[in-house]
């Protein structure tokens, strides 16, 4: 039978290419293409409408080509991914970004990481790479030294927006609140934001080149201080990649809990957000429930890892230890309290006229955005995409469980307040569900350390996040990681227009994106 | 107002048995009201930190905002976390210090007027920690600015930040007794 996948490219992919392809150990069709058919794939693909979900370089990937562009692809409705290979000759290439505008961001990335340029890109500026390193410091390229000190470059140029009675606000890096750094520029006519522009990558630490090197035992650490609080989501990405290269099979106990982390994590992630949105409209008695529960829940985490954000319990091959039985009884007996009061925290926020009034009509992030941005999670379920990695790249247990992602139509605060709250009821149920037919065994398997790479998608709490690893003589080689929060980012600049300046507080509340995740 | 007279009458989350109990939050007022003795007569009632996030994975930003929430309200304590370095005591830094960062957090120190403290806050932030040996890092709070105190973690638990601030306190005391003494 022919994967209907391959049907579909074979309309776009001359045949004699398609032939050159393979299936990784991740299940995706991985088609390298020769530079001239490189531009008409690509124009057949925008036709077909895929979805450019990630776009990274590797050094030595293959063989007789120094730099290889991989371009990572969803069609929506298909599970597997379909991975251009592009070798380069030489430290250039052509630009996607018109096509994928969200390819503007990775391609800036390459070019810091890789010194690899692409002239026709809609934006040449530098991206992780501050004003602090020197010029032609590429820190992903394996024969690359420490940059040298004392050697300033040019100062960023921020786009100018001009006109009558326009004034700029510069906001951050360090902000008013216990915030994690970000610049924000905001472009303002009276009270009411013209343009936005941001800036990120303050935090930039460079995660991907420190785990080269290190075992994927170690690795995982790398994973886990990605974002403090999608730690569960983001090792057990770094897991899966690691188990599908060695082919490894989890035993079903440590599936099963795998997956309580994961829920739980999810629930007290949107909690804080919800929680927050409150607290930026000023409205701390509607806040107070939403933080009383989430303190709950980190230490149900304590009691069940140790942590209270999970970390240092998933491992590759499943989890470091089995989690308590006794935490695990007390976790069941909670949660239905749980959900009875979050219900009524909800109700508090649902019947309060001057909260709606803020949330609804505020923020909106367009239908429209989500494809070419490749925007995910609770911001895209926000204006009625259906789309949840969990779902359509399930993983885990969850291939088994038939999801059902939570929709909203209207794409404003009140809609990502609706999905949030909807989806911790949601989560809490999985739980619940998972504890009653908890499976007994081990919690962990072998998993070899093979050579090979492979892909993963996980749905964060923040949405869709893409790890790879390329493993070779037992070491980490490569290590790619885009969470969803770097290319959700992108949608604030879309949001925020046309709102009021005090209204950026709780639109940047209500999608709640992690700067540690997306600046690496 | 039906709800209000709920809430009084109604059942306390305290006292549901479903909730998890446990000792944490008595061991909390514990050290809030040591701390609240100190902060009053050394800094006369109130100790202002400012918050600078120079590269962390933000989970200590979450459990310094969590000092902040009902279950733990530090500011019943003394203490409060300020907008701007121009109001602040100390500074709590948490992170490495990236590179990208490294010039603010130096701007904000000399915002910040003396005397004036430098905490560090969780692993990363006391010596560079997992990020220790990257490109993008300069290392621990230290390689950057004079350090007062190191509270260490993972992220450092609420508990945990409080006992670091005990710590700093009896520190604060002991040099001005050894100051004192050589006057």
New interface residues.
């Given amino acids: 039978m022919v994967d209907p996948l391959f049907e579909e490219m074979g309309k776009v992919v001359p045949e004699g290419l398609l032939k050159g392809s393979w299936e990784g150990k991740d299940g995706a069709i991985y088609l390298p293409l020769p530079e001239d058919a490189f531009g008409g794939v690509i124009k057949g693909f925008v036709e077909k409408g895929l979805v450019l979900v990630g776009l990274f370089c590797e050094e030595g990937f293959r063989e007789g080509e120094r730099f290889t562009l991989l371009y990572v692809f969803e069609k929506r409705g298909y599970e597997r991914l379909v991975v251009l290979l592009r070798g380069l000759g030489e430290g250039r290439a052509s630009s996607v970004a018109r096509d994928f505008p969200s390819a503007s961001w990775y391609e800036r990335e390459i070019t810091d990481g890789f010194g690899i340029a692409f002239p026709d890109g809609p934006d040449g500026r530098p991206l992780?790479l501050?004003e602090?390193?020197p010029d032609g410091f590429h820190?992903l390229r394996k024969s690359?030294a420490?940059?040298r000190e004392a050697q300033k470059r040019t100062a960023y140029a921020f786009k100018e927006v001009t006109g009558e009675g326009v004034y700029q606000i510069p906001v951050g890096?360090?902000h008013?609140?216990?915030?994690?750094?970000g610049h924000f520029r905001f472009s303002v006519i009276g009270e009411t934001v013209l343009a936005l522009e941001i800036r990120m990558?303050?935090?930039?630490?460079?995660?991907e080149?420190?785990a080269e090197g290190k075992t994927s035992e170690e690795g995982v650490?790398?994973a886990?201080?990605?974002?403090?609080?999608e730690?569960a989501a983001n090792s057990t990405a770094f897991c899966e990649c690691a188990e599908r290269i060695a082919g490894t099979r989890l035993p079903a106990r440590a599936q099963h809990l795998r997956t309580v982390l994961l829920e739980l994590e999810r629930m007290y992630s949107h909690l804080?957000d919800l929680a927050g949105m409150a607290v930026d409209v000023a409205y701390p008695v509607g806040a107070?429930p939403f933080?009383?529960l989430?303190?709950?829940l980190?230490?149900?985490n304590r009691?069940l890892t140790g942590?209270?954000?999970l970390?240092g319990a998933i491992v590759p091959g499943g989890l470091r230890r089995d989690l308590p039985r006794e935490a695990l009884a007390?976790l069941g007996?909670?949660l239905?309290?749980f959900m009875e009061?979050f219900v009524e925290a909800a109700k508090g926020i649902r019947s309060t006229p001057l909260v709606i009034d803020r949330y609804a009509g505020t923020g909106i992030v367009r239908r429209e955005l989500v494809k070419p941005l490749n925007l995910s999670g609770p911001i895209a379920r926000a204006c009625d995409v259906r789309i949840d990695t969990r779902a359509d790249h399930p993983y885990g247990l969850y291939a088994a469980m038939r999801l059902t992602p939570r929709l909203q139509q209207d794409g404003d605060v009140l809609a990502r307040f609706e999905v949030k709250a909807e989806e911790v009821l949601a989560s809490a149920t999985i739980i619940l569900q998972l504890l009653e037919r908890l499976p007994d065994g081990p919690v962990r398997t072998r998993c070899a350390s093979k050579n090979g790479y492979a892909l993963a998608l996980v749905e964060a709490p923040r949405g869709q996040s893409m790890h790879y690893l390329h493993l070779r003589n037992g070491t980490i080689v490569r290590y790619k990681v885009r969470t969803a929060s770097f290319c959700n980012w992108q949608a604030i600049e879309h949001a925020v227009p046309g709102n009021i300046v005090p209204d950026f507080p709780l639109i940047n509340k209500s999608m709640n994106l992690?700067?540690?995740?997306t600046?690496l | 107002m039906k709800d209000a007279v709920k809430n009084l009458l109604g059942r306390k989350i305290a006292g549901d048995a479903a909730v998890p109990t446990d000792r944490t939050d008595e061991e909390f007022e514990r050290l809030g009201h040591e701390l609240r003795k100190e902060v009053s007569s050394i800094f006369g009632r109130s100790l202002a930190i400012r918050e600078v996030d120079t590269g962390s994975d933000n989970s200590p930003e979450i459990e310094l905002n969590n000092l902040t929430t009902p279950h733990y309200d530090i500011e019943r304590f003394g203490v409060s976390f300020v907008a701007s370095p121009r109001h602040a005591d100390a500074l709590a830094v948490t992170g490495p210090v990236t590179r990208n960062m490294a010039d603010a957090l130096r701007r904000t120190y000399d915002a910040t007027p003396a005397p004036k403290l430098v905490i560090a806050i969780g692993d990363d932030a006391c010596d560079g920690g997992l990020l220790k040996g990257s490109y993008a890092v300069l290392g621990g709070v230290d390689k950057v600015l004079p350090v007062d105190l190191k509270i260490p973690g993972n992220p450092p638990t609420p508990e945990e930040i409080m006992r670091g601030l005990l710590r700093l306190m009896a520190a604060i005391r002991d040099r001005k007794a050894t100051q004192h003494k050589h006057r």
Avoid: M, N, T, W
């Avoid at chain 1, 886990?224 to 609080?229: F, K, R, W």
């Avoid at chain 1, 992690?514 to 995740?517: D, E, L, Q, R, V």
């Fill in positions: 992780f501050h602090c390193y820190p690359q420490r940059p890096p360090v008013a609140g216990i915030i994690e750094p990558f303050f935090k930039h630490r460079g995660i080149k420190l650490l790398f886990e201080a990605i974002s403090g609080d730690s804080g107070s933080l009383v989430r303190e709950e980190l230490r149900q009691a942590s209270r954000f970390k007390a007996a909670y239905p309290s009061r992690s700067y540690a995740g600046d």
